[in-house]
T-cell receptor
């Protein structure tokens, strides 16, 4: 079974631009979560989607948004990029249920110049 | 105050030593995860616990719900265990992470 895939793996943008990151979960997994990892803040929860609905959202500004499609693939969008948005963005998928094991993708490393 | 506290931050051990990493959290949770992150960023979920103890190979994870504390043990440590170990707790609507423990196992 293929693992979680994320595209692109690396991305360089400039301040003020917007970016869309994509995550394809493991086949059969309907829950997708997104996380941001920075050297200063560590790992932080962004959002969780299940069956195309956002179930939970972390403490991030409205510039960060996401969505999930009917095939469980998910995208996250960051508008008006800031230097501080430079980070590794990870998505993880799991079977339904809050306590199920999460399977992480390799991440997208975003650099904002 | 971070709701998830991990200790130690850094740990250096000799091959074969018994390793313990601790995680404490401040409020009730639905589950606790132990994650392993190797250089390059890839994260692997090692355990998901809601009570008791789990074992997988040389790794053992325990959780004490009353004391809000979990430990990850590595028996007979090996250089390939060198990684950052992260405790993650699942609250009702959120997930919070510890700062991680950087483990280096020397041959």
């Amino acid at each position: 079974k293929a693992g979680v895939t994320q595209t692109p793996r690396y991305l360089i943008k400039t301040r003020g631009q917007q970016v869309t990151l994509s995550c394809s979960p493991i086949s059969g997994h309907r829950s997708v979560s997104w996380y941001q990892q920075t050297p200063g803040q560590g790992l932080q929860f962004l959002f969780e989607y299940f069956s195309e609905t956002q179930r939970n959202k972390g403490n991030f500004p409205g510039r960060f948004s996401g969505r999930q499609f009917s095939n469980s693939r998910s995208e996250m969008n960051v508008s008006t990029l800031e230097l501080g948005d430079s980070a590794l963005y990870l998505c993880a998928s799991s079977l339904p249920g809050a306590a199920d094991t999460q399977y992480f993708g390799p991440g997208t490393r975003l650099t904002v110049l | 105050k971070n709701e998830v506290e991990q200790s130690p931050q850094n740990l250096t051990a000799q091959e074969g030593e018994f390793i313990t990493i601790n995680c404490s959290y401040s409020v009730g949770i639905s589950a606790l995860h132990w994650l392993q992150q190797h250089p390059g960023g890839g994260i692997v979920s090692l355990f998901m616990l809601s009570s008791g103890k789990k074992k997988h190979g040389r790794l053992i994870a325990t959780i004490n719900i009353q004391e809000k504390h979990s430990s990850l043990h590595i028996t007979a440590s090996h250089p390939r265990d060198s990684a950052v170990y992260i405790c993650a707790v699942r609250f009702v609507n959120d997930m919070r992470f510890g700062a991680g423990t950087r483990l280096t196992v020397k041959p």
